[in-house]
């Protein structure tokens, strides 16, 4: 008697260290918050500075709105469908301005002055690492 393969995935709990490190190497994350007209969740690109992710947005963008202290998650992953292999990371804490030092990376021309800062309260990740037949 033959049976059909099972896909399984393996999922493998991460460290901080080993989150931060994954952050660092990443260009593009999702940072999502409750708005004033409701639950927003946006890509951003960004940079691991210190202990936190870092963002540059315009003042007329309503991510700006971040600069004040907000609860916010932050998410970023890389993921491979072909092989169901990669990792994600999940960031839970508070935005506020950051002081300013770091460069502008935003991939939009002008205008991306302000630094935003996402600071951890808890951070937690996984590799995602195949599937078994």
């Known amino acids: 008697m033959t049976t059909d393969p099972v896909d399984v995935n393996y999922f493998t709990s991460l460290d901080?260290?080993?989150?931060?490190?994954?952050?660092?190497?990443?260009?593009?994350?999702?940072?999502?918050?409750?708005?004033?007209?409701?639950?927003?969740?946006?890509?951003?690109?960004?940079r691991v500075i210190g202990r936190a992710v870092v963002f540059h947005t315009s003042e007329k963008s309503f991510l700006s709105a971040l600069l004040s202290p907000t609860s916010v998650a932050f998410q970023a992953d890389e993921i491979d469908p072909e092989t169901a292999t990669g990792w994600s990371v999940l960031i839970r804490?508070?935005?506020?301005?950051?002081?300013?030092?770091?460069?502008?990376?935003?991939?939009?021309?002008?205008?991306?002055?302000l630094a935003v800062a996402?600071?951890?309260?808890t951070i937690a990740g996984r590799v995602v690492s195949g599937q078994k037949k």
Do not use: M, Y
């Open 118 to 121: 996402i600071t951890e309260t």
């Open 93 to 113: 804490g508070r935005s506020g301005p950051h002081d300013g030092t770091a460069a502008s990376i935003s991939w939009l021309d002008s205008g991306q002055t």
């Open 16 to 46: 901080a260290e080993e989150c931060w490190a994954l952050l660092a190497e990443a260009e593009v994350g999702r940072v999502a918050w409750v708005a004033d007209d409701g639950l927003s969740v946006v890509p951003v690109n960004f």
